[in-house]
């Protein structure tokens, strides 16, 4: 094979004929690049993509087994034939399309192509599987499930020759499974290793003759629901589906049971659910309760399946108890079992088993038993010390230090009580009316911290409270709707764990050193990448009294990419906290005092904008968290202070605005108007146009919109103008105030398209050219295109040439009256000619100012889309089409500048 150019190679050779050449093709033509890249067991290269017009691969190349390559971009196996070069000895195309089709047909990790996109997240999810394969004493089946998906993972890092070790690894405990066999057969596919890869292809077709081959494929389904369950609450709802469909086939599998229920147990958290899965969380937790309880009972379950399912079983049972709303009712087969029964026998079946031992430690914490949760933490440690019972461990001792604390207070204000009596003579005791102290309380709470919860109880008795409406729109929902904590925001607010005051601190506490120490072990163990358990130092260090190091902690938390976006709001949040109570402590000089106030302001701040992020999934948020609140108290008091700055006034509007709290924000806007007069920035005037449109009240937008060109219209922003005229339009047409909305639309077009309101009167107003290639006299999509524009609109529409007087030359005609209108709509009915709407597309594009005005209206399937026009859909309906009117308007006048 001979070709005009001359080559140099440069091949550097490594351990086990693992190559990387880089082949520099010189010729007269512009210079060619083929990159190959390297494939070895540590090598994250990528592939080096290239475009050729001709080039030669040595066959020996060709042949190697340790060689990868991708031509232009694609993959060389479907590279098609192309002149002057031969694709012989590469790979056929339809050899390859045959693969594709036999391998489809089994399960394999590549079913979640969907599911793992970025390569942090891979990365991360691969470093969390292989540190649970080295902590935890898994089962062969437990082993075999992660090893799979942990192997797609290495391949989609690019370390192909360790995911074929570890299917490899699979296949030695599991010779039979699907999964395994399949992924090795596209990751030796993928290293053009096709003999390999065709005789891993040839045991997977062997295993259909098999009589149990549907236990196979059932057991491969279950593997794949098993991956879903460890990619994150937003694929529990196809986990739940496969888990389902596996157990039609062989409902006596506790396994797949167990991994069912815990996937509906995930959803029941409401920090973590992203609610894909349809039900309450009653009914998720019902579901888990009776899988879990069929899993217990049944003889096929393994002693430490049995264990871990009355662990998750107890804390169903607990959670219902800590919220007496989360169970209406408890299934029979439950019987009178509790949470502290299925503690019980988790132990009674697994003793020594450190998973067991650590969630009964966390259940011994939240039941208030300390010293038994801190024994049996601490037995856990010294069976295998992991990162999560050194968490639970640390979290129990500083609850004991919080408590023995409280103890101390509550005897020395007992003793000061009775030292006050005795000197005044008093003889009463706790009972005859006097405040009495639970001594067998452990969670003392302050006189203060009464005070706070009395009114709280009084708020949630009123359950809700809606914000005054104005009068002339009662009939429309522009109040916002404020809940105070129920029972959803306590129990979100006891799980976020973000205080805004730490009643007391206690600086010299040895629990709390051996607390910080056991939290910092776990963060190491986990090579730094420990979210809470950093976010658990920080609150420690509160404890200590010692926020500088609490901040850190709260950084280096809210830092790490595998910390979810609550766990950054609430960091950021006890950050800001943390700044403000730095601010006021005395010491230290006053430019300190104001860049830690300054700080703390900037970092509640992006812990609201965060939360408004979260909000419209999990409402309760912004009760249950103190941004909001404690910025709030903040600008207040800098308004106070200073009444002349409207600095403060407008931060105060632009959190409002940010919670949605559309009418007191205007109210702080209007404030700053009020102040600055015609000196108001027009940042100012946007926000509050803004918060207006909002609220629906268009009226007062309009005026404000008014004032603004009373003097200067250049200062107008065009499209913001069109967009509140266009909206008011809308929500008229919605009420049914048809006269209203066409005022408004009136004066959005004589703005738009610089008419007057005598242009209107004299008949002249605006005009529409619908383009259709349909010959016939009467066209169904455009006389419902007319209906539309003319009934809530007053829009003229003319069509094709209906309108030509006799002798005139009809595609003169259409030119001229597309130079006329005001609008040109090119109809894409469905029984066009494509060969004359691209006439007529073609006199379009090649005028700037038509094409400005012209919108491709529907598309015709199989024929390509007009060059750089708007496209939009055909109305729905016959009927009058509002939202078809707004879509439609809008990209005629707002975006008319943009074509």
Known sequence: MKFSIRSQVVLNTFCHHRVLITTVLNSSKPSCWLGVRARSSASLLRPHYVSTSSYYVPPSLLRSRNVSYNFGGRN????????????????????????????????????????????????????????????????????????????????????????????????????????????????????????????????????????????????????IAYSYSRLGPKHHGKCIELFKEALITFPENCSWKFGLAMTYRRETNILNSQQTVEGSYEEHALKALKLLVQVTTSDQSSDNLKAKAFCELGQILY?????????????????????????????????????????????????????????????????????????????????????????????????????????????????????????????????????VNVKRQNQNKECQRKLPSSESHDDVAKCRTVQYPGESSKMIQYLLNSPKEIEFTIPDSPLLREAVKCLRRAVELKDGDFPQALYDLGLVFRRLDKCEEAVDAFIQSYRLPSCTKIEKVRAIEQIGICKLELSERKGGTKEQANSYYSDAKTSLFKAVSLLTGLSSLQPELENALNSFETLQSMLIEENIQDPGNVSATRELAKLHSMMGNYRDAIASYEHVKEVLLDDTPLGDISDLLTNYEKMKDFDNAILLLNWISKDNKSIIDRNQYIKVHIHAWEF????????KAKNYLRTCLTFALQKTLKDFEDGDGVKALIICSCDELSCPASDNIKMHLQSICDITSLRNTKDCPPGTIRFKYIEESMNKCDFI???????????????????????????????????????PRFGALYQIPLPESDNCDIEWVKYLLENVLINKDLK
């Not at 370390?159 to 039979?176: G, R």
């Not at 006199?843 to 199989?862: D, H, P, T, Y």
Request: charged share 30%.
């Open 76 to 223: 060389a196996n479907a590279m098609p034939e192309r002149e002057g070069i031969s694709t012989k000895g590469i790979m056929e195309q339809d050899d390859n399309d045959n693969f594709k089709i036999q391998i489809s047909k089994f399960h394999s990790s590549f079913d979640l192509d969907d599911a793992v996109t970025s390569e942090q997240e891979v990365s991360f999810k691969c470093k969390k599987l292989e540190e649970e394969l080295k902590e935890e004493d898994c089962t062969r089946e437990e082993r075999i499930e992660t090893n799979n998906l942990l192997s797609y993972l290495k391949w989609r890092l690019g370390n192909e020759d360790k995911a074929v070790l570890i299917c490899d690894e699979n296949l030695k405990m599991d010779e039979l499974n699907i999964i395994a066999l399949a992924n090795k057969a596209r990751f030796l596919r993928s290293s053009y290793r096709f003999h390999e890869a065709e005789q891993v292809l040839h045991q997977l077709q062997n295993l259909q003759n098999r009589d149990d081959f549907d236990r196979l494929q059932s057991r491969a389904k279950a593997e």
């Open 319 to 451: 959670g219902k108890k800590k919220s007496q709303k989360f169970f209406s009712h408890i299934p029979k087969c439950i019987g009178i079992l509790s949470d502290k029964d299925c503690f019980r026998k988790a132990r009674e079946i697994s003793p020594n088993d450190p998973f067991v031992l650590q969630r009964i430690g966390r259940h011994l914490r939240h039941s208030g038993m300390l010293d038994e949760s801190i024994e049996c933490l601490k037995k856990a440690r010294s069976i295998r010390e992991t990162p999560y019972n050194l968490n639970h461990l640390a979290l129990s001792l500083r609850s004991k230090a919080v408590n023995e604390e409280k103890h101390v207070l509550r005897t020395s204000s007992l003793n000061s009580d009775a030292q006050t009596n005795i000197a005044h003579g008093s003889t009463q005791n706790p009972s005859s009316g006097t405040e009495k102290i639970d001594m067998k309380n452990d969670l003392y709470t302050p006189p203060h911290q009464r005070a």
């Open 732 to 739: 008229n047409a919605k009420q049914r105030q048809f006269k």
């Open 825 to 863: 709509l090119l109809l894409n009915s469905c029984n066009n000619d494509f060969e004359r709407s691209k006439y007529y597309m073609d006199m379009v594009m090649v005028s700037g100012e038509l094409r400005r005005k012209a919108v491709s209206i529907g598309n015709v399937v199989g024929k």
